[in-house]
């Protein structure tokens, strides 16, 4: 079974409108850590955000924010008042165990974002 | 402060060939990884090292070996090269940012395989 799934492979969205990308996963494990990357296509990965199995509140990094949903194992994007410098892959990932110093990631295949003037 | 590093940025290999990707660190990180990006599969671990001196492999270590040879470096190689391997390959390094752990990766390798 896919650890992390990505069900949309790829998204368009207006310049200034909110988005959600989605991601849900699959662990036994109750400790563990979902991360979101972005992918421009310049090919760099770019960390935006992290919330840990334990966080009693969903992480917020400026226009991102996580919405996360424990018991149905979903970990969303949301990126608010999209720009278009927005348009990249976005990666979801997940860190299983507890957050030591060494951590294997899982990645999901991604999603493809565009954003249009 | 560079970062993470990756040499080189694009290499071409005939089937067969062998060849190291470098890595290196400076930002004293302990765990340093491996990964491959292939088109619709998302990234996927090849080889990590959790601290200096140790190594082990990852989700898709088969045709590949690794040396870490001190805190700062990384190495993969492929001893023999397929076009199985074609792919971008990405290092990454594991520190604590925020107060959790972080991966910061390189820019990545093209490496296309004929």
């Known amino acids: 079974a896919q650890k992390i799934t990505q069900t949309q492979p790829g998204m368009f969205v207006q310049e200034k409108e909110a988005v959600t990308l989605d991601c849900t996963y699959d662990?036994?494990?109750?400790?563990?850590?979902l991360f979101w990357y972005k992918q421009p296509s310049s090919g760099e990965m770019i960390f935006l955000i992290y919330?840990?199995?334990?966080?009693?509140q969903n992480a917020t990094e400026g226009r991102y924010s996580l919405n996360f949903q424990k018991a149905r194992k979903s970990a969303n994007l949301v990126i608010s008042a999209s720009q278009l410098g927005d348009s990249a892959m976005y990666f979801c990932a997940m860190r299983e165990g507890r957050d030591t110093g060494f951590q294997k990631l899982v990645f999901g295949t991604g999603t493809r974002l565009l954003v249009s003037p | 402060n560079a970062g993470v590093t990756q040499t080189p940025k694009f290499q071409v290999l005939k089937t067969g060939q062998s060849m190291t990707l470098q890595c290196a660190q400076d930002?004293?990180?302990?765990?340093m990884y491996w990964y491959r990006q292939d088109p619709g599969m998302g990234l996927r671990l090849i080889y990590y090292s959790a601290s200096e001196g140790t190594t082990d492999k990852g989700e898709v270590p088969n045709g590949y070996n690794v040396s870490r040879l001190n805190k700062r470096e990384f190495s993969l190689r492929l001893e023999s090269a397929a076009p199985s391997q074609t792919s971008v390959y990405f290092c990454?390094?594991?520190?604590?940012?925020?107060?959790?752990?972080?991966?910061?990766f390189g820019p990545g390798t093209r490496l296309t395989v004929l």
């Open positions: 919330q840990g199995s334990y966080d009693e």
């Open positions: 930002m004293n990180h302990n765990s």
């Open positions: 662990t036994s494990d109750q400790s563990y850590g």
């Open positions: 990454a390094t594991g520190g604590l940012a925020g107060g959790y752990n972080e991966q910061f």
